[in-house]
C-alpha cells in the first residue's frame, strides 16, 4: 500500500483524522479487503519507521459505499476516552448536509 494513497486531515500523537474514500471498508470483514485501518497502519508504521506492529483503534465506522471523515485513535488510552465521550453524547457525527 502506498502511504500516499491516504488522505490524512489531521494527525497529533493521540488521534487522526481520514478523509476515507468511497468503495473503502473501515474494518476487515469476511471479503479481506483491504481495509482504511490497514492503511492507517501502513502510514504510521512507514512515517514514524516503527517496527512490530501498530496500533490503530477504530472509533466508528462508515459505510463502504460512503465517503467521509473518520477518527482513528493512535492508542487505546485514546480509543478509551473517545468511546467514552461518545457514549456520553459529548462528541457527535454529524451524518446530515445543509
Same mark, same amino acid.
Request: charged residues 30%.
Given at each position: 500500500? #502506498?502511504?500516499?494513497?491516504?488522505?490524512?486531515?489531521? =494527525?497529533? #500523537?493521540?488521534?487522526?483524522?481520514? #478523509? $476515507?474514500?468511497? /468503495?473503502?471498508?473501515?474494518? +476487515?470483514? !469476511?471479503?479481506?479487503? &483491504?481495509?482504511? !485501518?490497514?492503511? %492507517?497502519?501502513?502510514?504510521?508504521?512507514?512515517?514514524? *519507521?516503527?517496527?512490530? #506492529?501498530?496500533?490503530? /483503534?477504530?472509533?466508528?465506522?462508515?459505510?463502504?459505499?460512503? @465517503? +467521509? %471523515? %473518520?477518527?482513528? !485513535? $493512535?492508542? @487505546?488510552? !485514546?480509543? =478509551?476516552?473517545? *468511546?467514552?465521550?461518545?457514549? &456520553?453524547?459529548?462528541?457527535?457525527?454529524?451524518? /446530515?448536509? @445543509?
Amino acid at each position: 500500500m #502506498n502511504p500516499d494513497k491516504l488522505h490524512v486531515l489531521y =494527525e497529533d #500523537n493521540h488521534l487522526i483524522v481520514i #478523509n $476515507k474514500p468511497a /468503495g473503502l471498508l473501515v474494518q +476487515g470483514d !469476511a471479503t479481506g479487503d &483491504e481495509t482504511l !485501518a490497514d492503511r %492507517v497502519k501502513q502510514y504510521l508504521k512507514t512515517k514514524y *519507521n516503527k517496527p512490530g #506492529n501498530v496500533f490503530v /483503534g477504530v472509533v466508528h465506522r462508515l459505510d463502504r459505499p460512503v @465517503s +467521509g %471523515v %473518520v477518527l482513528m !485513535a $493512535k492508542t @487505546s488510552k !485514546a480509543l =478509551e476516552r473517545l *468511546n467514552r465521550q461518545f457514549r &456520553e453524547r459529548k462528541i457527535y457525527k454529524n451524518i /446530515g448536509l @445543509s
